[in-house]
């Protein structure tokens, strides 16, 4: 499967954005989508994931009251809603798939297909 995504830019802190990650090649359901991000100088960390059928989620728990992620089978596309966005949000943003009905209750890494990033910045 191919992956990518988009919806990044550049907001003020406090602003709002949703990134899409579209799915070509394979039957995204068939897939749990799992969003990445890394910023300048660091690791890639997990963000969050949702199961193949959108029926379950997980999140890193500092962002959970701020992002949201949502998928949408029929258009093979993962969104991910991040709301007041703060400066230490700026990374690159990538999405990862794994195949299978991956069980959604912690972070998943070793992810099977990933995406290219797209660059969000937050300034103050």
């Known amino acids: 499967v191919q992956l990518q995504a988009c919806g990044g830019g550049s907001v003020q802190a406090g602003e709002s954005l949703k990134l899409s990650c579209t799915a070509s090649?394979?039957?995204?359901?068939?897939?749990?989508v799992a969003w990445f991000r890394q910023a300048p100088g660091k690791e890639r960390e997990f963000v969050a994931v949702?199961?193949?059928?959108?029926?379950?989620?997980y999140y890193v728990g500092f962002l959970k009251d701020r992002f949201a992620v949502s998928r949408d089978n029929a258009d093979n596309t993962v969104h991910l809603q991040m709301v007041n966005l703060k400066p230490a949000d700026t990374a690159v943003y990538f999405c990862?798939?794994?195949?299978?009905?991956?069980?959604?209750?912690?972070?998943?890494?070793?992810?099977?297909?990933w995406g290219k990033g797209t660059q969000v910045t937050v300034s103050s």
């Open positions: 990862a798939a794994k195949w299978g009905r991956t069980a959604v209750d912690g972070p998943i890494y070793n992810m099977d297909y």
């Open positions: 090649g394979d039957t995204f359901s068939r897939y749990a």
């Open positions: 949702i199961d193949w059928n959108g029926s379950t989620t």
